[in-house]
Each structure stands twice: as C-alpha cells, then as structure tokens.
C-alpha cells in the first residue's frame, strides 16, 4: 500500500523552526490508533518553514515601536503585528513574496527526492496554519497552471488534501480587494486516481475565538464549491481557549489533531486500485 506525504507549512512570521514535531507525532498517534494494521511508517511529514525571512525585522519592530515599554497584551499583540507584516508584505512581485514562493518550492523539491516518496504517484495532503494558507492556496494555483517540468508532487497533481486552520484567507475576497490571494483553488490532483479524486478533501478549521480566522464556504459561490466544509472547533490551554490568543492553539490541540488524523486514515483506507 503506498504511503501518504503531509507537508506543513506555519502562517506567523515569529515561528520557530521544528515547530511541526509535537502536531506529528500527535495525528501519527491518533492515526495508528485508529484502525488495525496502520503503521507510522503509512505517513511522511515534512515542514515547511520560511519564518527566518522575517522573525528578525518583526523582533527588530517590537522592540523599536515597544520604546516605553508600556504596550499591553504581548501575545495578542505578536500574532496581530505578524499577520499584519504579512497582509503588507506578502504581495506578487515583492522580494518577501518571491523568497517565501522559492522557499515552499525548495522545500516540495526535497520532499519529492524522499527515498519513499514516488513523485509521480504519491499522494500530498497539505496542513496549513494561518497566513501559510493564503500563501499554499495562491502557490497551488500558480503550480497547477505552470508548465515547469517539475513532478506531479511538486506541481500539487497529486495532492489528495487540503487542512486550513486559523485562516485569514476570507479578508482578501473583499469586492473591493480583488486580490489574486483571495481565489479559491481546487485541491484535486489531476493524476490522483479516480477513487481518490471522490476522496480529495479541502478542510477548514477555526475557532470562533480566533479572530484572525474565518469561514469559508460562505464568502462566494467558488469558495462554497472549493470547500468541502468549516469546522468550528475550541483550541488553546485554559488560559487561551477563550480569547484570540488562540490562534495559536491549533498546533496542540484534540480537537484539532483528531480530526485531521481521521481524514487521513479516511484517505488511505483500502483502495481496489492501491491492492
């Protein structure tokens, strides 16, 4: 039975690297739990990371504009200085936009060279936290409609599944906005097999204390045929869970995790054409 590759990518520029491993081993428990004769090794993980282009100059920022250091609410306002960096910066043809492109493109590169990863046939889900989503969704557009020459996997023809979570996506499908970042992209592989292209799955997840994110099916009729479904979940410690600090809960979260994991134990259950 052939394996399944999920790639990661995070959403706030302040991330640190190896951030991924906890949420790894946490739907790779829920998934071996799940069913038997499921294995760690049915899944391969990778990380995405590009939070070193721009950790630096936000922590440059915080601490030039915090000069008094009076300015309340630390933690909300680190998520809220990262994804505004991110709404500014993130733009086709800027020298930021090209260097987080050219870093998820390296890093799909090196997930297809993987000894067990077939880069013609093995199916992608992708997990994305935050702004990466705006960033993976525009990305998988452009790979679908590129004539690069590169493989399947690397120009999403394979890609089984679409995890958002903590998604801003919703604010760039503004009338006004007109923004290529704010298209909805479909997640269905053109050489997946015909079962499953049934399977293929573009979810979203949010909590309604989160407000950077939103729902999504609701913004248009092509996000509605594009989003399989939102799911309103409660992430977050004590603490967070009932406020906007949340948006960082998703990662170590149950009601997240689990999820997710059952998503993909749906997506590698028996196939006829995987026997």
């Known amino acids: 039975m052939k394996r399944l590759a999920i790639a990661i990518i995070h959403g706030l520029g302040s991330q640190e690297e190896y951030y991924s491993v906890e949420l790894k081993h946490r739907i790779t428990e829920e998934y071996v739990k799940g069913a038997e004769g499921r294995m760690e090794d049915d899944l391969l993980f990778y990380e995405i990371y590009w939070g070193d282009l721009l950790k630096d100059e936000l922590n440059q920022f915080r601490e030039k504009a915090n ?3 009076d300015l309340a609410y630390r933690n909300l306002r680190q998520i809220m200085t990262d994804t505004q960096s991110l709404a500014l910066l993130y733009r ?41 989503g705006v960033m993976m969704s525009h990305y998988i557009k452009e790979m679908q409609s590129a004539h690069s020459g590169l493989s399947n996997f690397e120009t999403m023809k394979t890609l089984a599944g679409y995890i958002t979570f903590g998604n801003p996506m919703g604010l760039y499908s503004l009338d006004s906005v007109s923004s290529i970042l704010g298209e909805p992209v479909s997640i269905v592989g053109d050489e997946l097999p015909t079962d499953l292209k049934k ?24 996000f509605d ?6 799911f309103e979940i ?26 997710v994991a059952d998503f993909i134990g749906e997506l590698r259950a028996p196939h006829s054409f995987w026997q």
């Open 225 to 230: 045929a594009c989003v399989n479904a939102d």
């Open 67 to 69: 000069y008094k250091g």
């Open 234 to 259: 409660n992430v977050g410690s004590a603490a967070t869970s009932w406020n906007p600090v949340c948006h960082s809960g998703y990662w170590e979260d149950k009601d997240f995790y689990r999820p």
């Open 199 to 222: 399977r293929a799955r573009w979810y979203n997840f949010y909590d309604k204390d989160d407000i950077i994110a939103y729902p999504l099916k609701g913004l248009s009729e092509k």
């Open 92 to 132: 086709p043809a800027t020298e930021f936009y090209e260097a987080v492109n050219n870093r998820i493109r390296d890093s799909l590169r090196k997930f297809a060279s993987h000894r067990r990863i077939n880069p013609d046939e093995t199916p992608l889900v992708i997990l994305a936290h935050s702004y990466g």
